[in-house]
């Protein structure tokens, strides 16, 4: 955590998720208004077709919705995208870009994901970030130096910290069941505040860095309380209530 940063706990649903997913968000929702000491901002990401119920479910509650991608563009011939403008109108907050599953999926670049980061602006969506290394990159030393590239290749110049959120998500860190030392969640953290103060100066002290990648109701408090780690991006524990709630109350009680 970053003193004076108030922490984000973020779910991503990615491809899951049909009408009776509903239930459990609304769970979230109680949860946050209820049983939680709420130190921490919660947003839930959800498939687009659920963007709009979404946003109904849990309107009376802290929790905030978003979507999981956007095009670049406002509008125009691109068959099944949605632009930042549509998830805008169907109720979302925030957006998240540059998804490792994007970037391997559908080929983004860095470049690709700067436009889609002041696309989201554009529609007054906040923009989660993220970058993250392989396995290989890791293996061979070359984890701090990709992390540079991508953000250096995808922040834009006039980032604040209101507008961009960074997730750290290392990319064999995802749905494994694995995750980085402690040290060395410490180290890429450090090392992303410190590039983000090269790209955009002061602003980058507010910045709110994300950890993503199997954080569990097991590991949220020692993985969230390291510093610099201003909350996390959660995959599969995110579909289950009680996971969610759970990461969330390990973050309160380190706050
Ligand atoms: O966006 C979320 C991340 O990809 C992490 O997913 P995971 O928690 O299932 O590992």
């Known amino acids: ?12 649903w990615k491809m899951n998720g049909v009408s009776s997913a509903l239930d459990e ?12 000491d709420t130190q921490t901002d919660a ?3 959800v498939p687009a077709t659920l963007l709009s119920r979404a946003c109904e479910r849990i309107k009376d509650t ?3 919705v978003g979507g999981q991608d956007c095009h670049a563009k406002e509008s ?9 403008e549509m998830l805008r109108d169907a109720g979302a907050k925030f957006v998240i870009v540059g998804h490792s599953e994007r970037r391997t999926d559908h080929g983004e670049t860095n470049a690709d994901v700067k436009a889609k980061t002041e696309a989201a602006w554009r529609a007054g969506l ?12 890791r293996t061979n030393g070359e984890a701090l130096r990709v992390l540079s590239e991508q953000l250096s290749g995808s922040v834009p110049s006039s980032s604040t910290a209101h507008w961009l959120i960074v997730a750290y998500e290392p990319v064999w860190a995802i749905g494994t069941g694995l995750t980085p ?10 090392h992303i505040r410190q590039e983000l103060t090269n790209l955009i ?9 994300l950890y993503g990648g199997s954080v569990k109701p097991s590991n949220a408090r020692e993985l969230l309380g390291v510093q610099n780690v201003d909350g996390a991006l959660v995959g599969g524990a995110s579909l289950k209530a009680a996971d969610f709630l759970a990461i969330a109350e390990a973050y309160d009680a380190l706050s």
């Open 43 to 45: 947003l839930i990401c």
């Open 201 to 209: 100066g002061e602003e980058a002290a507010k910045v709110r860095i």
């Open 62 to 64: 802290p929790v905030k």
């Open 181 to 190: 030392s402690v040290r060395d969640v410490e180290q890429a953290h450090a």
């Open 76 to 84: 125009g011939a691109h068959t099944g995208d949605v632009s930042a």
């Open 1 to 12: 955590m970053t003193p004076g940063i108030r922490p984000l706990v973020a779910g991503n």
């Open 126 to 137: 906040q923009a989660v970030l993220c970058i993250g290394e392989t396995h290989e990159q």
């Open 25 to 36: 968000l609304s769970r979230i929702g109680q949860g946050f208004m209820h049983g939680l």
